[in-house]
């Protein structure tokens, strides 16, 4: 017995003086970042100061002047948020996916979770005072089953009161016996949709199903009192006077078609039908906001009718109004959006925007440049203290940019974050970057040469950055990456197997005939004549005379190539889908396989040395290693998006970019 207790000492000693289980400090900093790394999903004023918006990764924001500052709260938990509602400034409650479901009464200075027998995602909450609430929730295996929750004593307990075979998405009530629960299916061409509506007058003890006569998912239900009261969905728009006895539709009938000689219809108002609120604020009967199936803030006329409002944030998921001025909108990707004249105008409160940066680039260790979709471009002269946006005429997505030096360097433009050149399908880098089209006004469907600057071009610089110039544009092929040699050499791949060379700087661009028809994600020059290109299903070509002939090397591997980095004409690394690096010795003939002991898909990959590299890919993944890959160890980077591009400063720091306007450094 004296033996055993004698080694717990030991074991509890070591423990206490090596902590194995804390993680290391990161050798990375974060220098650029969106405000708000989330998708939210909902928003609730409570008084015209206090107001709490949350979302995905367990992401709770409050403000407390009004929506011109927000602040994070802790939440405890990294599960997605998916609704919130207070009873006052200091008594709140949140619930979310698995099952979550999070109580503060002092206002979110502190979340308390409160447990529940249930693991689905509960999607709505209701408490009419600080004991009796409601949440309800669905889960999705073996079947699509939604259930309602009460709870008497705070959320101590919780007690199930109906469950069924259909989704369940919000609840009402307007005191302590009568309320209203809405959900659905939506319609398709093969299947009929369902219409949920449940009423009960006893507090949920029993709950009875109204015909309103949808044919379709109803998503948003409130009461503005005890007789009137509004549900909405893709099945349509129901206006109740008495309670909810009985229900009268809102949507508009379409409109007539102009006379001979007349004016057609106002193009603002649309038809109020399928295409109804997903989420709803109703200021009065005649001040209805709501965001469309299509994320978009609309407004609604005692008619039925929809008028879309311009705001400058697209994907929008929650809306409320504390009064007929001061209200607030969240969405996808960070965005707060708020107003104090009653929608007329919509302030941004994001200083840094959440936004794809696809490459990130260095002409001198204080020049620093990253670019990425909708043609955004950011200029740090101060080595990443600040940023200033670059405007370059470009609209089209930036896809890639390097320097040979201080002065020269080349920048990618092509139609759309995601084309894979002629052969089409989803973009090398895997999922959870911002949507196409974020943070611009708009998409570019396929773009000509115009005002706006060409699809698929090549842009120069020769002085440092400060203009930029075409050199190619036209190409039908979407370009992914280049590897730049020096001023005057650089090679670009993409769709369909092209390559592309220049020899001149950049005054003519050659089309290579590399013998393949995949796709190539990245490219690799380790002096002017030797070089790499990878893509899909394990694809790697090899050059060792400048690109004038390629060889098609064998991986051994199915699984897709994202990136690749040679340090000469012998050694290399290639990284791929599901955690894939390969290794070589002899110039791509034979590779090896190494591990990272993750199936996160890798996107790029660095070596300055045959000892030191590096591979990032999704969701903030970043490995490291200094045996030249016999192990690869994981960075502590408090990042949840996806990394897209790694590259070595003028001064040997390195930088990585990629989702929410990340931009990491590290000095070493």
């Not at 994001?350 to 260790?365: F, G, Q």
């Not at 899909?536 to 690109?547: A, F, S, Y």
Request: net charge neutral; with cysteine.
């Amino acid at each position: 017995m004296v033996r055993y207790m004698h080694c717990i000492f030991i074991i509890l000693f070591i423990c206490s003086v090596f902590p194995a289980f804390s993680a290391p400090p990161s050798e990375w900093s974060i220098v650029r970042q969106a405000d708000w790394q989330t998708n939210f999903r909902d928003v609730t004023f409570v008084d015209q100061t206090h107001a709490w918006a949350v979302g995905d990764f367990g992401v709770i924001a409050a403000t407390a002047d009004g929506g011109k500052t927000w602040a994070s709260q802790a939440s405890g938990v990294k599960n997605n948020l998916n609704s919130v509602m207070f009873l006052d400034a200091k008594n709140g409650w949140i619930v979310g996916d698995e099952g979550v479901i999070l109580n503060t009464i002092n206002g979110g200075a502190k979340w308390t979770q409160k447990k529940i027998n249930f693991k689905g995602n509960i999607t709505d909450v209701f408490f009419v005072n600080a004991k009796s609430g409601w949440v309800i929730g669905n889960q999705t295996t073996p079947t699509i089953k939604g259930f309602i929750f009460y709870t008497a004593d705070g959320g101590n307990t919780w007690k199930e009161q109906k469950s069924q075979d259909s989704p369940l998405i919000d609840i009402y009530f307007t005191d302590a016996n009568n309320g209203w629960v809405v959900g659905g299916t939506e319609r398709s061409r093969s299947t009929p949709g369902t219409a949920v509506l449940l009423r009960t007058t006893d507090g949920g003890k029993t709950w009875t199903q109204q015909n309103i006569g949808a044919q379709s998912s109803l998503s948003s239900v409130y009461f503005a009192d005890k007789n009137n009261g509004w549900v909405f969905g893709s099945g349509g728009s129901f206006k109740t006077t008495d309670g909810g006895n009985t229900w009268m539709s809102m949507s508009a009938p379409p409109p007539p078609p102009p006379q001979a000689g007349g004016e057609a219809p106002p193009q603002q108002f649309r038809r109020m039908g399928a295409t109804g609120f997903r989420k709803v604020c109703i200021v009065s009967p005649t001040d209805i906001w709501g965001i469309n199936a299509g994320g978009n803030l609309a407004k609604m006329h005692e008619d039925g009718k929809m008028e879309n409002v311009s705001v400058p944030a697209r994907r929008l998921t929650g809306v409320d109004f504390f009064s007929p001025q001061i209200g607030c909108v969240v969405g996808e990707y960070g965005v707060i959006l708020t107003t104090n004249d009653g929608g007329k105008t919509w302030e941004n409160q994001n200083k840094v925007k959440p936004e794809t940066i696809r490459s990130i680039a260095s002409a001198t260790k204080d020049n620093i440049w990253c670019v990425g979709d909708n043609g955004i471009a950011y200029q740090s002269l101060d080595g990443g203290k600040t940023w200033s946006q670059a405007n370059i005429g470009v609209t089209g997505n930036i896809q890639a940019i390097a320097f040979a030096d201080a002065n020269n360097g080349w920048m990618i433009v092509r139609v759309a974050s995601g084309g894979r050149g002629r052969g089409g399908g989803e973009g090398f880098g895997g999922e959870g970057g911002p949507p196409e089209g974020l943070g611009g006004e708009g998409g570019f469907p396929g773009m000509d040469e115009g005002e706006s600057g060409p699809a698929n071009a090549i842009y120069k610089t020769s002085d440092g950055g400060k203009t930029w110039s075409i050199q190619v544009s036209g190409s039908e092929y979407n370009m992914n990456a280049i590897s730049v040699v020096n001023s005057q050499v650089a090679y670009m791949c993409g769709g369909s197997g092209v390559i592309y060379a220049t020899k001149d700087g950049g005054n003519t661009w050659n089309k290579l005939n590399t013998g393949v028809v995949w796709d190539l994600a990245d490219i690799s020059f380790s002096d002017a004549n030797n070089g790499w290109a990878v893509g899909w299903t394990g694809l790697v070509v090899r050059t060792n005379d400048g690109g004038e002939n390629w060889t098609r090397l064998n991986t051994y591997t199915a699984y897709d190539i994202n990136g690749v980095c040679f340090i000469n004409d012998k050694k290399g690394w290639a990284v791929g889908s599901y955690g894939l690096i390969l290794t070589t010795d002899d110039g791509g003939e034979t590779w090896n396989s190494q591990r990272c002991y993750s199936y996160t898909n890798l996107n790029k990959v660095l070596f300055t040395d045959a000892n030191n590299g590096w591979a990032i890919g999704n969701s903030g993944t970043l490995f490291g290693t200094k045996d030249g890959g016999k192990t690869w160890k994981q960075s502590n980077v408090s990042v949840a998006g996806n990394l897209y591009d790694i590259k070595k400063g003028a001064d040997g720091a390195l930088w990585v970019a990629g989702d929410w306007g990340v931009v990491l450094r590290s000095a070493k």
